[in-house]
């Protein structure tokens, strides 16, 4: 008998403008199990090498037994956060560009706080606010971003995780799809 998978509370269109992020940030996170387990299921080594190809740098080949031996040195939680932070700079600067002259979205509470998510994602992982910050309510489901409560504290990993990002993305998107496109 199988069981029938539940069903995501969080949906990306193919044709939306997160698609192309979001799946990479899955298929990033994912590829972390195998990669992080200690009896090493990959069988990475010296001997196994994966070559990324440019424009300028025309072959540049990593050595798989060095990136699995990498792990030791970054925990399993803090890659996540790292990507979790590339995703949020990502979709913040697509959102941007497909928002640019909607002052109903850039100026609500939702986006407000976006803002702020991206900003500690790019600035180290923690809330640094400018003498007049938050300029508007920064407020997303049930957190409300208060500079004398988030001053200093860490974002993903403390205030919100990979799950709460997937799911802010997804209201994003909402809002940035009208309807009937």
Request: hydrophobic residues 40%; neutral net charge.
């Amino acid at each position: 008998m199988t069981t029938a998978a539940p069903e995501s509370a969080v949906a990306f269109r193919s044709d939306g403008p997160f698609f192309p992020v979001v799946t990479t940030f899955f298929l990033s996170t994912i590829g972390l199990g195998p990669l992080y387990q200690a009896d090493n299921p990959l069988r990475l080594s010296a001997k196994d090498v994966a070559s990324y190809h440019g424009l300028i740098e025309p072959q540049l080949n990593i050595d798989l037994g060095q990136v699995r031996e990498m792990t030791e040195r970054l925990p399993l939680g803090r890659a996540i956060i790292e990507l979790c932070g590339m995703l949020i700079v990502s979709a913040h600067a697509i959102a941007l560009d497909r928002a640019q002259s909607n002052r109903a979205i850039l100026e609500s509470p939702t986006f407000e706080f976006f803002r702020h998510i991206r900003n500690t994602a790019a600035h180290g992982n923690r809330f640094t606010f400018t003498s007049d910050e938050p300029r508007r309510a920064a407020r997303w489901r049930t957190v409300t971003l208060d500079r004398s409560i988030h001053t200093g504290m860490q974002c993903f990993g403390h205030l919100l995780n990979a799950a709460d990002g997937l799911s802010l993305l997804s209201d994003i998107e909402r809002a940035l799809i009208t309807p009937g496109s």
